[in-house]
Nanobody
């Protein structure tokens, strides 16, 4: 059974930093594209960042230069380092794991989410 467990959310002041972690189990972690998505109240879920098994990254324009996604395949964990946080970064952040084969998404898993609140 695949599990994605996020941690590291919380309340932070504008300009502050947080690091989210997502520990995966029950899957061949290194085969998956890992990502972070977020959902603010009243909004749909949006992409924040992804990282491939080889370490290639992709970011939403709104977080480029402030957030860094990374993965440790030995620990089955993906991270999101968030710096220079803004109130508009407030959202529930979700970890995502996707497996593709022959160009088709074969598996798609979500964590339970962790709340990030940026407020003074």
């Amino acid at each position: 059974q695949v599990q994605l467990v996020e941690s590291g959310g919380g309340l932070v002041q504008p300009g502050g930093s947080l690091r989210l972690s997502c520990a995966a189990s029950g899957m061949t972690f290194s085969s998956y594209i890992m990502g972070w998505y977020r959902q603010a109240p009243g909004n749909g879920r949006e992409l924040v960042a992804t990282v491939t098994s080889g370490g290639s990254t992709n970011y939403a324009d709104s977080v480029k230069g402030r957030f860094t996604i990374s993965r440790d395949n030995a620990k089955n964990t993906v991270y999101l380092q968030m710096n220079s946080l803004k109130p508009e970064d407030t959202a529930v952040y979700y970890c995502n794991a996707r497996y593709y084969s022959m160009g088709i998404m074969r598996s798609n898993y979500w964590g339970q989410g962790t709340q990030v609140t940026v407020s003074s």
